[in-house]
């Protein structure tokens, strides 16, 4: 029996084919003690862009190292965070974190790039989202220009709420990309309407190019909708050079991937980013 999300007067009872795996109620009681326990810590994965393959962001993956668990995925334990709420001041860590990280890589002299954070549900419609990120971005110095924020098809549901919530986004200047692209809400009229920077083609469509000709089509279609649109194009999941040739001969901006890195500590990205003796 669960009763997080219930309201006060929808009783449930106790049954056996909806009680959780323990395993999961476990990773519960102890996902509320891991920001205080400092068991999180983020990886960067670089993005890069063009012929020279130079990085020109990061996208900032949460982890998560508890004594007893071990290492637990975020395809785990980000559900449980999202169902019990923890994911806002869990998110609001990550914000900070990658944000404070960034600027410090500006401030060592490496030439500025974006941080992509990823949002869940959850915390993109939290009340205080806005003002949260206006805050840390006060807090650690970091322009606005070089902080992106990823978000998904899904969390077009409340379509006018979305709207509203990406023009404040714009307003204080954050980038907005739409992550896993196709794989969601099918209807691309909302594409018009929402303040978005850039799309980003799901990895399951890279990962099948040349293999599956279906797939091709798909990915060279959201190449184009991209152009059209206006909108940069990222892919995701690139690990073998026939996908990022692929990739490159239709226009697509941006890849990132294992052929490029995997997604590491700050100290291992560093290397990375090309130092440039003189910028802006
Ligand atoms: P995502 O945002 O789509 O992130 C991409 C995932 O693909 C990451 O898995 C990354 O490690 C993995 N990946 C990158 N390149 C390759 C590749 O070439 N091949 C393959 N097979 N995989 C690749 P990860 O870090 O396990 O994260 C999984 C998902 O968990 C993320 O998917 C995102 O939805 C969520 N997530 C991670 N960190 C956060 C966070 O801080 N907040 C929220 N709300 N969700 C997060
Ligand atoms: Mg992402
Ligand atoms: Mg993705
Ligand atoms: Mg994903």
């Not at 990022?244 to 991937?257: A, I, N, P, S, V």
Request: with cysteine; aromatic share 10%; net charge negative.
């Amino acid at each position: 029996y669960h009763a997080k999300n219930s309201g006060k007067n929808n009783y449930q009872f106790y049954s056996p084919k909806v009680q959780k795996p323990s395993a999961s109620l476990k990773t519960e009681s102890f996902l509320y003690k891991a920001l205080k326990k400092e068991e999180f810590h983020l990886v960067y994965q670089p993005q890069v862009a063009g012929n020279e393959e130079e990085v020109i962001g990061i996208e900032a993956l949460l982890r998560w190292n508890n004594e007893e668990l071990g290492t637990v995925s975020p395809g785990e334990f980000i559900p449980i965070a999202e169902e019990t709420g923890l994911i806002v001041p869990i998110g609001e860590w990550v914000l900070e974190e990658a944000c404070r990280q960034n600027k410090a890589w500006q401030d060592q002299g490496f030439p500025p790039l974006t941080v992509s954070v990823n949002l869940s549900m959850r915390q993109f419609y939290h009340t205080n989202l806005v003002s949260t990120i206006a805050e840390i971005l006060y807090k650690t110095g970091l322009s606005a220009r070089w902080l992106e924020l990823e978000i998904t098809e899904s969390m077009a549901i409340h379509a006018d709420e979305a709207v509203a919530i990406l023009k404040d986004l714009k307003d204080i200047g954050v980038k907005i990309a739409i992550d896993d692209f196709g794989t969601g809400y099918s209807s691309l009229s909302y594409l018009k309407k929402f303040s978005i920077d850039q799309l980003k083609i799901d990895q399951s469509f890279v990962r099948d190019i040349n293999s599956d000709s279906d797939d091709n089509d798909i990915i060279t279609t959201i190449i184009s909708l991209g152009h059209n649109l206006g909108l940069e194009v990222i892919a995701e999941g690139v690990e073998t050079k026939e996908q990022l040739e692929f990739l490159k001969k239709h226009g697509c901006h941006k890849y990132q991937g294992y052929y490029f890195g995997k997604p590491a500590e700050a100290e291992i990205i560093s290397p990375m980013i090309r130092k440039q003796e003189i910028y802006e």
